[in-house]
């Protein structure tokens, strides 16, 4: 029986309590810069979010709209870092959930519980992986439940309907569509 629950799941059981809905925005990480995405978090945090989306540049966001893509471009011709991003993540006092919008090459690259673990250490509670396939994330999926980290899985509005309710029943934290 774990101690406490993850922060995710008190947060939505909290909304759950009062019949609220959660706000979760969403903002890069070293857009326009590290400092920034400090005092970006800080602000959002005080003013009614409820979980906080931090996106990780990489170098190829197809997936993303253009305005995402710049981003992630500027922030990386900064020299961006991975270790720069969690450092950052450890230093933010925000008294509401953290996630991950992040690659899995990302995850792969450090490895699945390296990165896990690095990520819990800076204060993130689970992560969104959107290039990861779905029939593909076992192994990070079995490893994230092993230290309570939330692998938030993701559906489309066309994904078919009894594939959304598999990924939906696999989903930890919430469900990203």
Sequence with gaps: IRDRMNPIETTFQRLRQRGQKGFIPFLTAGDPNLVATREIAKELAQNGATILEIGFP?????????IIQASYTRALERGLRLDDIFATIAKLSVDVPLVA????SLIQRKGDAAFIERAQRSGLSG?????LPFDESGELERIAAANDFKLIQLVTPTTPRA??????RRSTGFLYC
């Design 101 to 104: 919008m992040v690659s899995y």
């Design 127 to 131: 992560a969104i992986v959107p290039d």
């Design 58 to 66: 990489y170098s190829d966001p197809l997936a993303d709209g253009p």
């Design 163 to 168: 594939r959304a309710a598999a990924i939906a």
